[in-house]
């Protein structure tokens, strides 16, 4: 089982930047898409960004242009910058991994990390 482990939360003022790593604890065989999803209090989860093991990215319209989604193949590691924060990205930040293997599909979760933006 591999684990994922968010890092790089915190409190952080409007207009701000973060960065959030998310380190797998093993090899993501058949890896399909990472992404980073966040939760707020009282919503559902709901897709930041993703990359495919091509690399190919995708953004949610709310992020676009303020976060960016990247990944180290030699670290094992994922990461989301983001800039210009604003209070609303106010959530707390999960790290996901899924992939096809040939006995078995994979869906990882971190354990998520707080990104509270003050006003």
């Known amino acids: 089982q591999v684990q994922l482990v968010e890092s790089g939360g915190g409190l952080v003022q409007a207009g701000g930047s973060l960065r959030l790593s998310c380190a797998a604890s093993g090899s993501l065989y058949s890896l399909r898409v990472m992404g980073w999803f966040r939760q707020a209090p009282g919503k559902q989860r709901e897709l930041v960004a993703d990359?495919?093991?091509?690399?190919?990215?995708n953004y949610a319209a709310s992020v676009k242009g303020r976060f960016t989604i990247s990944r180290d193949n030699a670290k094992n590691t994922m990461y989301l910058d983001m800039s210009s924060l604003k209070p609303e990205d106010t959530a707390v930040y999960y790290c996901?991994?899924?992939?096809?293997?040939?006995?078995?599909?994979?869906?990882?979760w971190g354990q998520g990390t707080q990104v509270t933006v003050s006003s």
């Open positions: 996901n991994a899924q992939g096809t293997t040939p006995k078995y599909d994979y869906d990882y």
């Open positions: 990359i495919s093991s091509g690399g190919s990215t």
